[in-house]
Every structure is written in structure tokens, then in C-alpha cells.
T-cell receptor
């Protein structure tokens, strides 16, 4: 299967700072990637669809100015959590489509202190 | 009503037992159905993928889809402790684009 790499796997930051998370498709090109958020013992909630070369599409209730998405190449999408607050602490997961299947990164656990 | 409902468990069974995991859904437009396994603090891993009613088997895993009842199941035969994880069902209208996930069922296989 295809490989999606997400970095970092874990990050702790101070409240008010920004954090960037990278999602790479290692052995295939992905014109579309997805960013999810997962709270403990809960399901994955889609935050936004990242489209290569164009603006991301955000789900209802997700602040686009807070969660900046850049999909500058066919193998890389980044999610930047700006001015992070403790309530932004969560597990963030990206996925990329290969054929008709979605492959997920390892996830990034963000802790804002 | 959520689009996809999944019993969160937790579910605990002895090693070797047959496990049945289920999801119901309300959106009749869903055409693609997946099961993912997620170990603690890891990203989901695709287990099974189907797009038609009926059964699909892969080793110890069988995925079953009943579109008329809007019900899908994942069966695990000869369960192993290494199967202990959270299992998420996911559905989509256009392949794997914009999947909607169930809540996930936490499964523990006891040696």
C-alpha cells in the first residue's frame, strides 16, 4: 500500500505560538489530502480538504484563519495551527488518496501548554 | 442523528473468539465502505474496502455490507491479542474522498 508520512509525531508548544505539521505522500502523488482531528476516545472529524495548487476547503465550524493549510506540491501538505491555545490540543491526522483508497499518516499529538 | 453510528464499546473477548463489529448509517448515498484499525496514538490503517453489498473476505477478516438495511459489519475469526485496537468504520460517496467515520469500537482480545 501507499505510504503517508506525517511529521512531527508529537509536539508541545506554548500558548500563543504557531505549530506546523507536515504530511507527505512518499511514493505517490496526491492532488488531494485531508486533515482530521481526533479527540480522545472519539472519532476522526474532518477539518479540511487540501487541494494542490488551490485554496483548501474547510468544514463547517473550522476556522480557516486559525488552521492554515498549504498544499504547494503533489507530495506535501502542511497544517499550521496559529496562535495555539490549550483547547487546540488534540491528535491531528492527515490522509491522502491513492486510487480509490485513503491512506493515513501516523498522526501528530499536539499539546499546548 | 449521526450519519454513521458505531457502538464505542469497549468490547473484550477471549483469544480465539469470533468478533463482530457493526456500523449503521443513514445516508443512502454512501457507496464505499471501509474498516480501519487504529492502535493507540497511531494513524488508522486500512483493513478492508468494499463497495457492494455482500461479503468480502481477507484472511481472518470478513467485511459484510447490507445496503438495504444500511448496515455493515466486520468479523474477525480466531482473534489474537495483536488484534486489540480501535476499529473504525468509514463511508464515502465518491470512493475515499471525504470519508465519514464511525466513533470507533475499542476491542481487547484477552490471552
Amino acid at each position: 500500500g501507499a505510504v503517508v508520512s506525517q511529521h512531527p509525531s508529537r509536539v508541545i508548544c506554548k500558548s500563543g505560538t504557531s505549530v506546523k505539521i507536515e504530511c507527505r505522500s512518499l511514493d505517490f502523488q496526491a492532488t488531494t489530502m485531508f486533515w482530521y482531528r481526533q479527540f480522545p476516545k472519539q472519532s476522526l472529524m474532518l477539518m479540511a480538504t487540501s487541494n494542490e495548487g488551490s485554496k483548501a476547503t474547510y468544514e463547517q465550524g473550522v476556522e480557516k484563519d486559525k488552521f492554515l493549510i498549504n498544499h504547494a506540491s503533489l507530495t506535501l501538505s502542511t497544517l499550521t495551527v496559529t496562535s495555539a491555545h490549550p483547547e487546540d490540543s488534540s491528535f491531528y491526522i492527515c490522509s491522502a488518496i491513492w486510487g480509490t483508497e485513503a491512506f493515513f499518516g501516523q498522526g501528530t499529538r499536539l499539546t499546548v501548554v | 442523528q449521526k450519519e454513521v453510528e458505531q457502538d464505542p464499546g469497549p468490547l473484550s473477548v477471549p483469544e480465539g473468539a469470533i468478533v463482530s463489529l457493526n456500523c449503521t448509517y443513514s445516508n443512502s448515498a454512501f457507496q464505499y465502505f471501509m474498516w480501519y484499525r487504529q492502535y493507540s496514538r497511531k494513524g488508522p490503517e486500512l483493513l478492508m474496502y468494499t463497495y457492494s453489498s455482500g461479503n468480502k473476505e481477507d484472511g481472518r477478516f470478513t467485511a459484510q455490507v447490507d445496503k438495504s438495511s444500511k448496515y455493515i459489519s466486520l468479523f474477525i475469526r480466531d482473534s489474537q491479542p495483536s488484534d486489540s485496537a480501535t476499529y473504525l468504520c468509514a463511508m464515502g460517496v465518491q470512493g475515499a474522498q471525504k470519508l465519514v467515520f464511525g466513533q470507533g469500537t475499542r476491542l481487547t482480545i484477552n490471552p
